[in-house]
């Protein structure tokens, strides 16, 4: 699925997250499959937790990490496309 700057994307409220030190385990509850984040993905997940536009998350990723917003969008906009095909996310039109 294509992911672009001016949807919003909310979590799946049918997927379980817990906190694992920094890392984050959710579980699909409709599939029964398991998915394990890093923390930069846990902290996307915590901020997805209600709907977010994902130019503005990528906006306040690049105040929070080391890289240009070229990269932090590109690196999003994949793991949210991921997110999505596996049924994670919700993604919605501006």
């Not at 890093?38 to 690049?62: E, K, N, Y």
């Amino acid at each position: 699925m294509n992911i672009h700057l001016d949807q919003s994307v909310v979590v799946n409220p049918a997927v379980f997250a817990a906190a694992l030190d920094r890392n984050a385990v959710l579980m699909d509850v409709q599939s029964g499959r398991y998915f394990e984040f890093d923390a930069i993905g846990t902290d996307i997940w915590t901020r997805i937790a209600q709907p977010r536009q994902v130019d503005a998350l990528c906006a306040d990723l690049a105040e929070d990490y080391d890289a240009t917003i070229e990269t932090i969008r590109s690196s999003v906009l994949t793991f949210l496309a991921h997110l999505a095909d596996k049924g994670l996310i919700e993604v919605r039109d501006a």
